[in-house]
């Protein structure tokens, strides 16, 4: 069944350590986009991808990075973490503006 | 890419009643996307209403816009428990600008 995934579901983490938070789709779509999202508040776009080797940034400035060496996986990377960075991350792809999108369950991560 | 404004921000209506939230935008539209986020989860898509479109269906949800007032509502009959959730519109600009933008949503909880 096509779908997004992101691993891991929760993460609990020390300040300072390097993180990467995973996305994979099966729906073969060229957009795939990185969403932060604070409980009860708006989210903001961070990262986007048209295709293979394109990021581009968001809205929303982050200390975050971005890969898309395969189709189906689109990456972010926190070099550093700090407490800041305490947030839901939302991944999802799309077809395109003039399609939906369809979003993985999100990654929830704690910087202590 | 720019955002809608739901409204209310939130709405408490007892089960079997109907729920109506409505989304401002400001400029011209080629579709606008109505998305549900159950807590602590990921978005989905609801239904996709394009700018040449006044109205569509979709089982229990009814969506509809005006362009000349650049609103659009949607509303959900025969509430049930299970539609407890924020609900997000999403306008996508008329050039087609990738990467959507949410608003704060409107908080919907259906009472028992």
């Known amino acids: 069944e096509a779908d997004i995934y992101q691993t891991p579901r929760y993460l609990v983490i020390g300040t300072g350590k390097k993180i990467t938070l995973e996305c994979s789709q099966t729906m073969g779509h060229d957009k795939m986009y990185w969403y932060q999202q604070d409980p009860g508040m708006e989210l903001h776009l961070i990262h986007y991808s048209y295709g293979v080797n394109s990021t581009e940034k968001g809205d929303l400035s982050s200390e975050s990075t971005v890969s898309r060496i395969r189709t189906e996986h689109f990456p972010l990377t926190l070099e550093s973490a700090r407490p800041s960075h305490t947030s839901q991350y939302l991944c999802a792809s799309s077809n395109g503006p003039f399609y939906g999108y369809t979003f993985g369950s999100g990654t929830r991560l704690t910087v202590v | 890419s720019q955002q809608g404004e739901e409204d209310p921000q939130a709405l408490s209506i007892q089960e079997g009643e109907n729920a109506t939230m409505n989304c401002s935008y400001k400029t011209s539209i080629n579709n606008l996307q109505w998305y549900r986020q159950n807590s602590g989860r990921g978005l989905v898509h609801l239904i996709l209403i394009r700018s040449n479109e006044r109205e569509k269906h979709s089982g229990r949800l009814r969506v509809t816009l005006d362009t000349s007032k650049k609103s659009s509502s949607l509303l959900i009959t025969a509430s049930r428990a299970a539609d407890t959730a924020s609900y997000f519109c999403?306008?996508?600009?008329?050039?087609?600008?990738?990467?959507?933008?949410f608003g704060k949503g409107t908080h919907l909880i259906i009472q028992p």
């Open positions: 999403a306008p996508t600009l008329e050039g087609g600008a990738d990467g959507l933008t």
